[in-house]
């Protein structure tokens, strides 16, 4: 149900587009690039810009956050002015990815145009134009109706596109002052144009190096061959095993806790846009592969893998020379889904590797990483009331979908503050983020700040 002042905060949105888009030019033009380092007083200066356009905004606890370990700055803003009532935490990030090669861009990078209704320039919607999003409709309701639904905390991060390796320390730190109720994250796209979507799960990760030992030195082959196992061949030996002839792996425990979709959301997933024919195309094979049996989303958002990432040892050089090598490598990776315990899966592999290890070679594996799945679930009322806002902002209910990938600050967000996370953002997929020609289409921008105009009002009433 539409709150009863909707009418005039959308109206207030609506007849500030032009101001918005002129605030978007101007954030864009400080090059915020966090890789490099000769742009450091520039991810500063993004950070001092945006705290003062949450000042402009109406926040009041307004402030640059150091990272403990003198990384690039946190911008920082809250309102607090309803006491009693849900908390939220806004997440976005201030820093760009670089904009090389420069000659591919259409106009300059740090120099945003407008053409054909989309905007053009390095973080227009990765995520300088999403942090805006929630900023604008924060600034509708305090200049409307003089304050919020509920209380509000924006962190927007200075380090995402290197990798965040200070932002969970900073959580761990700032843990008292970003107490919330649920996080909302403005990073990510929506499935397609005309198809409005929520993420509501994130797979983890965790790898593996083994190490084939053979002879204690590369052997000839032709005097020692037919006696001596060779190490790559006991490697391919072992990495063959991990899976049947159907695609699923047959690590004994690797499926543990593992949930089957429901009839429902295995329809909803299969009515989604998706040719196979025209993706194997794009990525020049020819043909997908995988867990047969199951849908290729299903597979990319809510089934585990196992992968080789490369595997290496014996000679590699031009022509050829005849020895057996000494030893084998290679390096193993899966994406975990929600409920999998990335130590139980790291255990399961490891003792696996062991038992199928061929005789004549010993074996070494290391275990590491400990990334698990995200996910809110779509009954969660947080979720429920994002996708009320999304269908009043888009005209249309938000299909649920995945991410097969791992997002940074989502992962600590789980791991520091354990608190539910709605994952709404509002970019295409051909966007062109980190890629020459970057835009954000000023349909999505304008929608997604009437989206979180409503967004705050839903959160309110879904959470007290
Ligand atoms: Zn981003």
Redesign the pocket.
Known sequence: MLAPHADALIGHVRANRDRYLDELKAWIAVPSISAQPDHADDVRRSAEHAVERMRTAGLTETAVLETPAGGHPVAYGAWLGAPGAPTILIY??HDVQPADPLELWTSPPFDAAVRANKIYGRGAV??KG?CLMHLAAIEAHLHVNGKLPLNVKVVIEGE??IGSPNFEAFLAREKERLACDVVVVS?TAVFAEDVPSLTTSLRGLVHWEITVHGPSTDLHSGYYGGIVKNPLEALAQIIAAFKDAHGRVVVPGFYDGVRELSPQERAEIAELPLDPAKIAHELGVTELAGENARLPLERMWFRPTLEINGMFGGYQGAGSKTIIPSFAKAKVSARLVPHQDPEQVKHAVTTFVQRVAPKGVRVDVEAHGDVRAVETSRDHPAVAAAARAMELGFGKPPVFIGTGGTIGPVSSFDRILHLPQVLIGVGLPDDA?HAPNEKFDLGQFFGGIETMTYLYDELANALK
């Open positions: 976005g990030h990765d995520d999403q995402e596109e990073d983020i």
